[in-house]
């Protein structure tokens, strides 16, 4: 069998490398791409789905984290029902989108607990009840 010229052998490694790069990039445009469909990120970021901020999204995935995958990386109204990290707050509730329309509640710009971690929505969290009627309010202009 004749010896691959030297260019054959450049450009093999070259979309090998290329490749691999694309591989070891792909999780962390996924975890960006994931994180632009919540509503309001702020001030968990990464933390909201994994369980440590480790670069390019390795870190393993939280309760919250998991229900999204299984969901088909969706958030939606199915989603937002659900209690993910068992704290009695719902997604939704601790997103700041409690009917997963993916539209924050009215003025909200901050996540109100960590869907993903348990005991995070105490007193100051706003009941799901009081949300809907805010929302409402909202979306009835
Ligand atoms: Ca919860
Ligand atoms: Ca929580």
Known sequence: MPRPSLQRRWTVAVVVTTAGAVLWVGPAGATEADMARLPVTAPFLCLACHTQEQPGGSAPLNSFGEDYLANGRRWDSDLAELD??????????????????????????????????????????????????????????
């Open 84 to 141: 993910s990290d068992g704290d009695g707050c719902t997604n939704g509730a601790e997103i700041g989108d409690v009917d997963g329309n993916g539209q924050a509640d009215g003025n909200v710009t901050e996540q109100a607990g960590n869907p993903g971690v348990a005991d995070e929505c105490g007193p100051g969290l706003v009941d799901e009840r009081t949300w809907s009627a805010l929302k409402a309010l909202f979306d009835g202009r």
